[in-house]
């Protein structure tokens, strides 16, 4: 949810405008922007600031402008076209949009259809062939791919997985682009995703430090009881 998007979107413009013009406008809202989420939208309204990565005009055709974004999660795109067309005088609207990527987690990648999916499903229910299968479902781990990793040790998994939070003595290997604040994915040692969590700690000080909490847990993925419990109700932090 926290990761940037990208979009492929078709806007209608509201008038005749001048092709340089359209440029020129839309490269204006490359970078941070001020944005007050649409009427219709299930957060509160109240003015913040995004960020848009990168637009690219890809065809206009008259009043019709297809266009890609990449853009920070919580930008309203229908709402960048009408302040895009309130900024060259003729107001605009989106017609349609497509999300194509979120993160490293793009539509060219690991797509297939619903009817291919239940094909797949179908094989290994009735013959237990799961060749299929395996190509239309990737593992869960594959959407962490883009985070820093920690390994941490057997024995605080299932502390972990009980919601608790992670200490420097239940980390067995670590990446080095851990930076505090940010979030991080704790794995067990055979490369399995247990949670996912922000960094208190940065790598120089995971590796200096010999008691203290690195990562505070935000969510937990794996269910408790898969490893072997070897951690005590109530035991003092």
Not at 194 to 216: F, N, P, T, Y
Request: aromatic content about 6%; hydrophobic content about 40%; proline content about 3%.
């Amino acid at each position: 949810m926290h990761s940037f998007k990208e979009y492929v979107g078709l806007m209608e413009l509201h008038g005749d405008v001048d092709r340089e013009r359209i440029l020129e406008t839309i490269k204006m809202f490359i970078g941070k922007i001020y944005q007050r989420p649409p009427l219709r939208s299930s957060v509160k309204r109240a003015l913040r600031v995004k960020e848009v990565y990168s637009i690219d005009v890809l065809e206009i055709n008259g009043r019709d402008i297809l266009f890609k974004v990449r853009c920070e999660s919580g930008t309203y795109v229908r709402k960048l076209c009408h302040d895009i067309g309130l900024l060259l005088g003729i107001e605009a609207h989106m017609r349609e949009l497509r999300r194509i990527a979120v993160a490293h987690i793009r539509e060219d990648l690991f797509t297939s259809t619903l009817h291919e999916v239940s094909e797949a499903l179908y094989l290994w229910q009735r013959y237990g062939d799961d060749s299929i299968l395996r190509n239309v479902i990737v593992p869960g781990e594959f959407i962490v791919a883009h985070l820093p990793k920690i390994l941490i040790k057997d024995g605080a998994v299932d502390a972990i997985a009980h919601g608790a939070q992670l200490a420097v003595p239940g980390i067995a290997i670590f990446s080095k682009g851990i930076t505090k604040g940010y979030r991080t994915a704790l794995m067990t040692l055979k490369g399995e995703l247990v949670a996912i969590g922000k960094a208190v700690m940065d790598s120089e000080e995971i590796s200096r430090c010999e008691k203290g909490i690195a990562v505070e847990i935000e969510r937990v993925v794996m269910e408790p009881n898969i490893y072997p419990r070897m951690w005590r109700r109530n035991q003092p932090q």
